[in-house]
């Protein structure tokens, strides 16, 4: 049902699930936890970040206790944490969990892992989002050739890593008009759109 959007209708399962879990397996159980966590998700993905971010302190400071700090499972509520503060504009709060997330996931997944990129990837929208342009350049570069590397040319991470520079270059040139960031957001949008063409070629049908 969330998957659908049907939030309303999933929020009655999400708390039965909960109560269940807390009541049968205790409140540090991993399925627990991840109720607790899939809660915030749920609260998040509606827009209701104030009312998300109980769940998400509750399962993040519950996988460090069980689970330890380099977790997979704790380094994804390292993650929403951080993504949530960005969300609510707490930036500042928000760089400890996206440095955290990002080094310990380098660390224990290593560069390529899909959870690194999408910490990478964070990063760079929080860089952004300060105004911090140069921090950002060379991580959302990284960010596209990893993404390259993993899923090739024109997978939609790629795309995403691209719009991602595309984004960064645009805000950059809002500061720096004479720095020639509009042409280097020009490069890759046009970039961008012979993705799009190619993929549109692949996919037509063929002639009867």
């Excluded at 627990?32 to 998040?44: A, E, P, Q, V």
């Excluded at 929403?80 to 080094?103: I, R, T």
């Excluded at 390529?112 to 991580?139: F, W």
């Excluded at 500061?175 to 799009?196: F, M, N, S, T």
Aim: charge should be negative; aromatic fraction near 6%.
């Amino acid at each position: 049902l969330a998957s659908q959007g049907k939030y309303e209708e999933a929020m009655p399962y999400y708390v039965e699930a909960l109560e269940g879990n807390r009541r049968v397996l205790g409140d540090e159980h991993p399925s627990t936890l991840w109720s607790i966590n899939s809660m915030g998700d749920l609260l998040f993905r509606q827009g209701k970040y104030d009312e998300a971010m109980p769940y998400y302190v509750e399962a993040l400071e519950g996988k460090r206790r069980v689970l330890g700090d380099e977790h997979p499972s704790t380094l994804s509520s390292i993650s929403n944490m951080g993504l949530l503060l960005s969300d609510l504009g707490k930036y500042d709060e928000a760089m400890p969990y996206c440095v955290e997330d990002l080094e310990t996931t380098r660390r224990v997944l290593g560069d390529e892992h899909p959870d690194t990129l999408g910490s990478i990837n964070n990063m760079v929208t929080l860089l952004v989002q300060q105004g911090a342009h140069e921090k950002a350049g060379p991580l959302a570069l990284e960010c596209y050739a990893l993404n390259v590397m993993v899923y090739g040319n024109d997978h939609q991470e790629t795309i995403d890593a691209i719009d991602l520079l595309i984004k960064l270059h645009d805000a950059w040139h809002e500061v720096e008009p004479d720095a020639g960031h509009d042409a280097k957001a020009d490069e890759y949008r046009q970039l961008l759109e012979a993705i799009e063409a190619k993929k549109a070629e692949t996919t037509e049908p063929a002639a009867p």
